[in-house]
């Protein structure tokens, strides 16, 4: 009796927080779905249905696809380039670095990450100007080749995936720093005392250890990345100033569909398809953590 009043009570607690959950992120959810099976020009009452009309003429768009292999390349790079990255820099800043000076680190590799998004790509912007920009002027006093940066099409990818790997290197880092600070220094200990040197055991017991963090920080950063828009907005403008056209990406095509071509059906389509490669690709590092921690 006690036990079903306590699960009662706990219902009735969680229940508006349940309540506010659905309406604000499973609703619209449901809404896109139904919205995407519909072609709707945003003005007008009706909204005939044409089935998956919508998906099929996706996947003939030229610059869907472009901006959907934009996207990957851009969210896979910023994983690839951040997570080594802040799983190094966390253990340095752990093992290498006196505690009266952990927390000025900590907040100095942070700070990128709570800066505005639009601040930061026009500071990153100035930075890889082709004339202007400090890098170019480094590469020249080196005796290098100065690059356009922001107008090659290769190159703005690389620096749209530098920018938005400058931002989210900072919050992999605490979260790493939090798994570090809770591993067994036991198991260090015993390797010390085996004749391991630093670098084998971060090699071997860290990077196996730290497992589950970095599946996190992993799944955060590629959702993360598969959503990028402003940095791609602001930092690749095209010659005649047109915002992200150099580097068209996912949601950046969808706000022109919905609100300057009036398809909002068909960019409903698109979101639908953003989620379902982020769901799949969250399914798989799941699969592929639980597989290696079977074996």
């Known amino acids: 009796m006690?036990?079903?009043?306590?699960?009662?009570?706990?219902?009735?607690?969680?229940?508006?927080?349940?309540?506010?959950?659905?309406?604000?992120?499973?609703?619209?959810?449901?809404?896109?779905?139904n919205l995407s099976l519909h072609d709707w020009n945003l003005l007008s009452k009706n909204k005939p249905f044409v089935g998956l009309s919508n998906f099929i003429e996706l996947f003939g768009d030229r610059l869907f696809l472009t901006a959907l292999g934009n996207t990957a390349i851009i969210a896979f790079g910023v994983?690839?380039?951040?997570?080594?990255?802040?799983?190094?820099?966390?253990?340095?800043?752990h093992y290498r670095t006196r505690s009266r000076f952990a927390g000025f680190y900590e907040t100095s590799v942070f700070i990128p990450h709570v800066v505005s998004l639009v601040p930061a790509a026009m500071a990153w912007k100035?930075?890889?100007?082709?004339?202007?920009?400090?890098?170019?002027?480094?590469?020249?006093?080196?005796?290098?080749?100065?690059?356009?940066?922001l107008f090659d099409p290769y190159l703005s990818v690389l620096c749209v995936i530098i920018l938005c790997s400058w931002q989210a290197l900072g919050y992999a880092v605490l979260i790493f720093l939090v798994g570090f600070r809770n591993l067994p220094t036991s198991v260090y200990e015993a390797a010390r005392l085996d004749g391991a040197s630093g670098i084998q055991s971060f090699r071997f017991l860290s990077v196996p250890l730290l497992k589950p963090i970095t599946l996190y920080v992993s799944v955060v950063t590629l959702i993360s990345g598969f959503n990028v828009y402003a940095q791609a907005f602001v930092l690749a403008s095209d010659a005649q100033g047109a915002p992200g056209r150099l580097v068209r990406v996912l949601v950046l095509d969808m706000l022109e569909n919905s609100f300057?071509?009036?398809?909002?059906?068909y960019a409903a389509a698109e979101a639908v398809i953003l989620l379902v490669i982020v769901l799949v690709l969250t399914g798989a590092q799941f699969a592929l953590l639980r597989e290696r921690n079977g074996r």
């Open 260 to 265: 300057r071509n009036y398809r909002v059906g």
């Open 2 to 33: 006690l036990r079903r009043r306590r699960w009662r009570f706990a219902v009735m607690a969680l229940l508006p927080t349940f309540a506010i959950f659905a309406w604000v992120r499973l609703y619209p959810i449901v809404q896109t779905l």
């Open 79 to 93: 994983m690839l380039l951040t997570i080594p990255s802040a799983m190094v820099l966390a253990g340095l800043i």
């Open 126 to 149: 100035w930075i890889f100007d082709a004339k202007l920009g400090p890098l170019n002027a480094l590469i020249t006093r080196l005796g290098g080749e100065p690059q356009s940066w």
